[in-house]
């Protein structure tokens, strides 16, 4: 399968633990996004990767989230002190470096995340 | 302001007949590109189809269709010929300025569409 993957699909947490969640895109995209989808909801932009540098990032994003792609790759989204309020689907995209306007972004699967 | 709306919750469609999905948007920047996924109960999101600002002709792929008014800023997905499978959320999403950049997407709030028997 050459789709974007993301480990795990499924965690269940405690408030204040840390939690991990890591995405592989598809191969030779160069661009990855994470977004978050709460029940009822459309995904939202948390933020984006070009290669390895995180050039944007949502309000959303609070200093309890930290986000990395090392060697422009693979990406892991870290929570930490997980809230109650943090359960939600996580959704990763990957895009090509394309200017082709109808280059659209790939989703994976998501990692649904319940902190209890 | 809201930058996608999709205004209907949810939708009944019975089996081989069309429907059509709302999707209003708003935006300033004279580049944008609008984008519907269908997510099934699985969670993945599933491309369909794209429609950029600067096209001239109303997107198709198969059975589905963008009928985009620009001037009223809308951009309503038909399903034509509706299956079972069409069963799932779905969601329009926007990407303003030109492509190359960051290109985030903004989606709404989605449409629940039930196909019937």
């Known amino acids: 399968d050459t789709g974007v993957s993301q480990d795990p699909r499924h965690k269940i947490t405690k408030r204040g633990q840390n939690v991990t969640f890591r995405c592989d895109p598809i191969?030779?995209?160069?661009?990855l996004y994470w977004y978050r989808q709460t029940l009822g909801q459309g995904p939202e932009f948390l933020t984006y990767?070009?290669?390895?540098?995180?050039?944007?990032k949502s309000r959303l994003l609070s200093d309890r989230f930290s986000a990395e792609r090392p060697k422009g790759s693979f990406s892991t989204l870290e929570i930490q002190r997980t809230e109650q309020g943090d359960s939600a689907m996580y959704l990763c995209?990957?895009?090509?470096?394309?200017?082709?306007?109808?280059?659209?972004?790939?989703f994976g699967p998501g990692t649904r995340l319940l902190v209890l | 302001a809201q930058k996608i709306t999709q205004t209907q919750p949810g939708m009944f469609v019975q089996e081989k007949e069309a429907v059509t999905l709302d999707c209003t948007y708003d935006t300033s920047d004279p580049s944008y590109g609008l984008f519907w996924y269908k997510q099934p109960s699985s969670g993945e999101m599933i491309f369909l189809i794209y429609q950029g600002s600067y096209d001239q002709q109303n997107a198709t792929e198969g059975r589905y269709s963008l009928n985009f008014q620009k001037a009223r800023k809308s951009a309503n997905l038909v399903i034509s010929a509706s299956q079972l499978g069409d069963s799932a959320m779905y969601f329009c999403?926007?990407?303003?300025?030109?492509?190359?950049?960051?290109?985030?997407?903004?989606f709404g709030t989605g449409t629940q569409l039930k196909v019937e028997l």
């Open positions: 191969s030779e995209h160069n661009r």
């Open positions: 990767f070009q290669n390895e540098a995180q050039l944007e």
């Open positions: 995209a990957s895009r090509s470096k394309s200017v082709n306007p109808q280059e659209t972004q790939y």
């Open positions: 999403a926007m990407r303003e300025g030109v492509p190359g950049g960051g290109n985030k997407l903004t």
